[in-house]
């Protein structure tokens, strides 16, 4: 092999020489300065391996070889201006480009490219300022380094937290705009976090910039000699969502067609009260009669938020590692897990709710819920207050009324040097589903000798069934082993009519094939827009399983 040219990336662009490889990254260097422009060339910058320190170059959770979903190198442009140039420059040279905005992504991949030596765009070093806090609307536009704590400490530092509130997701250190592109959920009454965006700036693979919805319409007051970017916009994009004509922004997430520069996303108005909950309930049989209470209280609005009834491992997993509960290697029996249960005091199956809005309101909703959950023979009722020691239901506290965390990272260590993959698919909020979902779950995770770690977060009318795959980065065998258990589920749960809302690089090709009605129409329609929008493939080629023209996507199956 002839020895790597110096200033070469660990892995080159698909196609690209060393000596274009270097042009190309000059003319990025002139674009946004060299201090923006990182050429990932050793290992040694691979060194991120936590999410509180988060690589910006590759999936610090790999499942496969550490080297795979590496970046050649990473820019950060400055400002929007920035992002249409370095679109430009990639259509020039030919050269795929990943925009991440935080790239805490994990479980689905980090700041990973989905094709090796793609140039990474860190989008939230640069910008990632909060624009506006609109307070009599309630809304918030960001751009795209924003972070849930970076929010939130807005509201604090401003006293506006008695007025508002944002949603959260587990893990706070992530970005608003990031999250919600990949439609992605928290826990309030607002969880569903597309739902509640409103309004995106975007920068198309050519380099042209689009605003969507109300935000197509000049502001009489915007000043058309600033660049298009800087004008004032409509004083309705973060009121109404669609605008007039076709509605856009739903081909902005979980795509390869945008870089999203700005976007809207709503805040919940101070409920004047709130009470978070937990719920135990003892035997892993109450899951379904559990499901069956939910559906009717979520539906009709009596459980005002997105609440989550929990796997005791995943609880105890926060609460210590695998090795703090037991010697074995081998997944943890029923025996085993009852055992967990009865020392954390806690259920087979945790639900963690919270009501909302003053205390009068509260009450009633609360004899509702328990007269509804009572139902289940020795399901207890507790407050936070009632649990101090309980890790989880502190934790719970917080993030169901917006207020962000890290503290539930704990669970990837469950295992040594953990990673985690997410397995998530989509469930009918009913007992006879979410039963037939767990039991396959489990009894795969078991099989490739793994524990069943998961949870139902309950949207309005379905569930997320989210299942944690915790591995050893270290140990090769159980990576592969995660990742073969991983692809066997989502083969198993498309025989069911199942399938994922998201998903990590490495099962894009494999999950999008299973969304095949009428001979894969949908992803003929995408890979249709896909190569108007971006005929050279430059944008984020294969992500989500969309290849563009330019791509030979058998070739590039992992
Ligand atoms: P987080 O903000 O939670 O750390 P990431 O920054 O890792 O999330 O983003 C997750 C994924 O969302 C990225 O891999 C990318 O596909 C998409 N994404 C993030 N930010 C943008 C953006 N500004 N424009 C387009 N896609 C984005």
């Not at 997944?331 to 806690?346: M, Q, R, S, W």
């Not at 795959?469 to 749960?493: E, G, N, P, Q, W």
């Not at 050279?536 to 791509?551: D, E, H, M, R, S």
Request: proline share 7%.
């Amino acid at each position: 092999e002839a020895p790597p040219n110096a200033g070469d990336p660990l892995i080159l662009p698909p196609g690209i020489d060393s000596q274009t490889f270097k042009s190309f990254t000059q003319r990025l260097a002139d674009i946004v300065g060299q201090s923006n422009v990182t050429i990932i060339s050793t290992d040694k910058e691979l060194h991120q391996e936590s999410y509180l320190d988060p690589s910006k170059a590759h999936d610090m959770f790999y499942v496969l070889e550490k080297q795979y979903f590496v970046s050649s190198a990473v820019v950060a442009p400055r400002d929007v201006a920035d992002v249409q140039a370095i679109m430009r420059l990639c259509n020039e040279f030919e050269i795929p480009v990943w925009p991440f905005s935080i790239g805490r992504n994990v479980g689905y991949g980090g700041a990973g490219p989905r094709v090796p030596g793609s140039l990474g765009m860190d989008m939230g070093r640069h910008m990632n300022k909060i624009l506006n806090v609109d307070v009599d609307g309630a809304y918030a536009l960001v751009e795209p380094g924003v972070t849930f704590f970076d929010l939130h400490d807005y509201l604090v530092k401003n006293n506006l937290r008695d007025k508002l509130w944002i949603d959260v997701p587990d893990l706070g250190g992530g970005s608003v705009l990031g999250n919600t592109c990949e439609r992605g959920v928290g826990y309030t009454p607002y969880g569903d976090h597309y739902m509640m965006h409103c309004g995106m700036e975007v920068v198309l693979p050519d380099g042209s910039l689009v605003r969507t919805g109300m935000g197509a319409l000049p502001d009489p007051e915007a000043d058309p000699n600033l660049p298009p970017h800087e004008q004032k916009p409509n004083k309705c994009w973060q009121l109404f969502n669609y605008g007039f004509g076709p509605y856009n922004d739903g081909i902005f997430t979980q795509s390869s067609l945008g870089v999203i520069t700005k976007m809207g996303i709503w805040l919940m108005t101070n409920p004047g009260g709130y009470q978070s909950y937990l719920i135990t309930m003892p035997r892993d049989e109450d899951l379904h009669q559990a499901i069956e209470i939910i559906r009717p209280l979520r539906v009709g609005m009596v459980l005002q938020n997105v609440p989550t009834l929990r796997h005791v491992l995943l609880d105890a997993a926060v609460m210590g590692d695998k090795s703090t509960y037991s010697d074995s290697k081998a997944p943890l029996t029923d025996t085993e897990i009852d055992a967990i249960a009865h020392k954390l005091n806690l259920g087979r199956w945790n639900f963690y709710g919270a009501l909302y809005g003053p205390e009068p309101v509260r009450a009633v909703m609360w004899q509702v819920v328990k007269t509804a959950f009572g139902q289940i023979p020795g399901a207890k009722f507790y407050f936070p207050e009632d649990m101090p020691d309980n890790k989880v239901l502190q934790i719970r506290d917080g993030t169901l009324q917006g207020i962000p965390s890290v503290d539930e990272l704990r669970w990837v260590d469950w295992l040594p040097n953990g990673g985690h993959l997410f397995f998530s698919p989509i469930a009918k909020v009913s007992g006879d589903d979410a039963v037939a979902q767990y039991k396959l779950t489990r009894r795969r995770s078991e099989e490739f000798g793994f524990d069943f770690i998961g949870t139902f977060v309950v949207g309005m009318r379905e569930m997320h069934h989210i299942v944690c795959i915790v591995y050893d980065r270290r140990d090769a065998d159980m990576r592969r082993r995660a990742h073969k258990l991983i692809s066997t589920l989502v083969d198993d749960a498309a025989k069911q009519g199942w399938g994922e809302y998201r998903t990590h690089l490495a099962l894009m090709d494999q999950i999008a094939a299973t969304y095949s009605f009428n001979d894969h129409a949908q992803m003929k329609l995408n890979e249709k827009i896909k190569n108007a929008l971006d005929p050279k493939g430059i944008l984020a080629p294969g992500k989500n399983g969309v290849w563009p023209q330019t791509y030979d996507k058998v070739a590039w199956r992992v």
